[in-house]
C-alpha cells in the first residue's frame, strides 16, 4: 500500500498540478489564436507577470490576508489578474495592433510575440532579480499528510494548500469560461469572430472590443496560472517560460482554437509528463517474489529519466497528431 | 426622393492597378438600384470601400446626410448600412437559427457587466431576439432546416440567411452582392420576391450587384454601369440595353 500511496503523491496529485497549470495556460493560448490566429509566444511572460504582481503587492500589504484567515497572495490575485489584463491589452495596442492594422502575416505577430517575451523577462527581471522567492512572505505554506488509515501504511498522502487552491480555481475558470462562451452574447460573439471575421464585423460585432475581451479572458486566466504555480514552488523570473512549449504542446494536442481542448491537452500532456518519469519498478516491489529476475533486479523502471520530462509533451504531441491531425476535439474555432 | 447613398470622387488603387476611378454615384431612398457592369469593373471593390471592409484612397461617400468615409463595418451596421457577400459567409458551426440571433445590435448582453449583473434583462432580450429571428426564417423559408449547422447548408440556402440576417434589423440600406449567384430558378423567384417585399413592406433601399440580366431587368430601376471603375451610365433598364456604349464594354468594339 505504501506503494501505492507514493504512486497517488507522485502521478496523480502531481500530474493534476501540472495539468491544472497546463490547461489554464492553454486555454488562454487557444483563446488568442481563435481570434487573431496568430501563437502568443510571450504567454508564459505574462502568466509570470501575473506571478510577479502578487509578489509585489504581498510584499507591500504582508498582513492583508490574516484579516480573513486567508494567504495574502490569494487575496492579492484579483488585483493581479485585473493587473496583467491591463498589460495584456496594453502589448495588444502598442505592439500587435499597429501589425494587424498592416495586414502582416501571422508569422511576423509570432515573432513580435518573441520580441514581447524578452521584454517582458527582461522588466521582471530588472525589478525582481534573477533568483528565487517565495510568494509566502508574512504566511506559513500549510502542507497537509494525510494519513491512509490502513495498516501497515507509513506514507502519508501529500497535498500542499496551493495546491488545493490551485484544483478549486481550475475548477471555477473552467466553468466560469464555459458559461462566459456559451451563454454570453459577448462569449457568442467571440465564437462568431473566430469563426468568420468578416461576417462578425458586418452584423455589427465590434471587433475591437472582441480583442480587447480576449486579451482580458487571457491576461487574466494567466495570471491565476502563474501565481499558482509560483505558490506551489517558487516566483522565479523564468518560471512561466520553461512552461510554454509544453502548454502549446496541450494547446495543439487539445486542437488549436478550441478552449475544452486545451483544458484536455493540459491534463494529457501533464499526466504524460509525470507517468512518463515515474519509477515503475516503485509499484513492482511488493511482488518482487514472483517476479521474473531480470524484472525484480531493474532499479529504476522510470520510462525517461526526470531530466528528459521536456521531450514527453512533444511525443504526445506527435503521436496524438499522427493519429488525430486537428487535435483531440475538432481544433480551428471556439 | 432623396440620395441616401452619396458617392463623392472615390478613388482606390491595389498597387498600380487603379480599380475605382474618380467615382460618383447616388443611391435614391427606397429605390433598387442595379449596379452592373463587366468583370473587373469594380464594382466589388466599390461595395467593399462603401460597406467600410476597405479604406478608399481619396474621395467622400455620405449615408443619410453622414460622412462615412473609412467607418468600420460594425459601426455602418448600426447605422443601418448593411451588406451581404459575394460569397456566402456564414458563421458555419452555429445553426441558421443563431446565425440570425448573432446580428441584433445593441443589447445589453453585449456589455461584459451585463451578463453577469443584469441576467434577467438579457434572457428577455434573448427571447426577443429568437421570436424575431424564427419569424425572418420562416420568411426566407428556411424553417426546416433551422436547427442545422449552418456550414452545412447548400450555396442557396446559405444566400438567403444572407438575406435573412440583414432582416434582423431595421436596416435602411442593404447591398446585395451578386446574391442570386449559384442560386437555383426556383429559389430565385423566391429571392426577388423577398427582395421586393422588403422593399414595399419595410422600406429597405436595396444596391444590388448582379450579373444575371433578368434578374436586374425585373427588380432594379435605375440600373447603373460601371466600367473601369466609373459610372458610364444610369438609366433604366431599357435605356441601358440599347446604349451602344454599353454593348460595346460588355461586348468589345465591333471594330476590334
Same mark, same amino acid.
Not at chain 2, 436547427?147 to 447548408?153: F, I, M, T
Given at each position: 500500500m505504501n506503494e501505492l500511496v507514493f504512486f497517488i503523491n507522485n502521478v496523480v496529485i502531481a500530474g493534476s498540478v501540472a495539468g491544472s497549470i497546463y490547461a489554464i495556460g492553454a486555454v488562454g493560448v487557444t483563446l488568442i489564436f481563435s481570434i487573431m $490566429?496568430?501563437?502568443?509566444?510571450?504567454h508564459g511572460d505574462m502568466m509570470t507577470f501575473g506571478a510577479f504582481m502578487v509578489l509585489l503587492l504581498t510584499t507591500l500589504?504582508? #498582513?492583508? #490576508?490574516n484579516a480573513i484567515g486567508v494567504p495574502t497572495p490569494l487575496i492579492m490575485l484579483p488585483l493581479a489578474m485585473a493587473l496583467t489584463a491591463l498589460l495584456a491589452v496594453g502589448i495588444d495596442r502598442a505592439f500587435y495592433k499597429p501589425l494587424r492594422a498592416h495586414g502582416v502575416k501571422p508569422i511576423v505577430m509570432v515573432i513580435a510575440s518573441l520580441g514581447v517575451t524578452l521584454m517582458l523577462q527582461g522588466l521582471i527581471r530588472l525589478f525582481a532579480g534573477t533568483g528565487g522567492e517565495s510568494l509566502y512572505v508574512d504566511d506559513r505554506k500549510e502542507i497537509f499528510r494525510l494519513t491512509v488509515p %490502513?495498516? #501497515?501504511? $507509513?506514507?502519508p498522502v501529500v497535498i500542499t494548500e496551493p495546491q488545493l487552491y490551485l484544483f478549486a480555481l481550475t475548477l471555477i475558470s473552467v466553468v466560469a469560461l464555459h458559461f462566459f462562451l456559451s451563454r454570453s452574447r459577448l462569449g457568442k460573439a467571440m465564437r462568431a469572430m473566430s469563426d468568420n471575421p468578416p461576417l462578425a464585423q458586418a452584423s455589427g460585432i465590434n471587433t475591437n472590443t472582441i480583442v480587447a475581451v480576449t486579451w482580458v479572458l487571457a491576461g487574466g486566466l494567466a495570471a491565476i496560472a502563474g501565481t499558482l504555480l509560483s505558490l506551489d514552488v517558487t516566483f522565479k523570473p523564468d518560471l512561466s517560460f520553461f512552461l510554454l512549449l509544453p502548454i502549446f504542446a496541450a494547446a495543439i494536442v487539445g486542437g488549436v482554437g478550441h478552449p475544452y481542448g486545451a483544458i484536455a491537452g493540459g491534463f494529457v500532456v501533464g499526466f504524460a509528463e509525470t507517468l512518463a518519469v515515474f519509477n515503475w519498478g516503485i509499484l513492482l516491489r511488493p511482488f518482487r517474489d514472483s517476479l521474473p529476475e531480470w524484472l525484480a533486479q531493474a532499479g529504476n523502471l522510470a520510462f525517461v529519466g526526470t531530466e528528459y520530462k521536456i521531450v514527453v509533451p512533444f511525443f504526445i504531441l506527435v503521436a496524438i497528431l499522427v493519429w488525430r491531425p486537428t487535435g483531440l476535439f475538432k481544433g480551428k474555432v471556439i | 426622393m432623396s440620395a441616401i447613398i452619396d458617392v463623392r470622387h472615390v478613388n482606390k488603387a491595389f498597387g498600380g492597378l487603379r480599380?475605382?476611378?474618380?467615382c460618383s454615384l447616388q443611391v435614391e431612398e427606397g429605390a433598387i438600384t442595379g449596379l452592373i457592369g463587366p468583370n473587373g469593373a469594380g464594382k466589388s471593390t466599390l461595395f467593399n470601400i462603401m460597406a467600410g471592409a476597405l479604406p478608399l484612397d481619396s474621395g467622400e461617400i455620405r449615408f443619410d446626410g453622414e460622412d462615412i468615409t473609412n467607418r468600420p463595418a460594425d459601426q455602418l451596421f448600426h447605422r443601418g448600412l448593411l451588406r451581404t457577400f459575394q460569397i456566402a459567409h456564414e458563421?458555419? !458551426?452555429?445553426?441558421a437559427l443563431e446565425n440570425l440571433m448573432m446580428?441584433?445590435? $445593441?443589447?445589453?448582453?453585449?456589455?461584459l457587466f451585463a451578463t453577469w449583473l443584469k441576467p434577467g434583462q438579457v434572457r428577455r432580450e434573448e427571447d426577443e431576439v429568437r421570436r424575431r429571428a424564427l419569424e425572418v426564417i420562416d420568411f426566407i423559408g428556411l424553417h426546416h432546416v433551422r436547427?442545422? %449547422?449552418?456550414? !452545412? %447548408?447548400s450555396g442557396g440556402q446559405k444566400k438567403l440567411l444572407e438575406l435573412g440576417r440583414t432582416m434582423m434589423t431595421d436596416a435602411k440600406v442593404v447591398l446585395l452582392d451578386e446574391?442570386?449567384?449559384?442560386? !437555383?430558378r426556383t429559389l430565385l423567384g423566391d429571392l426577388i420576391g423577398n427582395i421586393e417585399r422588403l422593399n414595399r413592406e419595410m422600406g429597405y433601399t436595396f444596391l444590388v450587384i448582379e450579373h444575371d440580366m433578368e434578374m436586374i431587368a425585373r427588380l432594379c430601376d435605375p440600373v447603373i454601369v460601371l466600367a473601369q471603375g466609373s459610372v458610364m451610365v444610369e438609366g433604366s433598364i431599357a435605356e441601358i440595353q440599347n446604349n451602344p456604349e454599353v454593348i460595346e464594354a460588355y461586348f468589345g468594339s465591333p471594330a476590334a
Open positions: $490566429r496568430f501563437a502568443h509566444f510571450a500589504f504582508p #498582513g492583508a #490576508g %490502513l495498516e #501497515g501504511v $507509513r506514507v | 480599380v475605382i476611378n474618380d458563421f458555419s !458551426n452555429l445553426t446580428v441584433p445590435p $445593441r443589447q445589453a448582453g453585449e456589455s436547427n442545422e %449547422l449552418a456550414g !452545412n %447548408l446574391i442570386a449567384a449559384g442560386v !437555383n
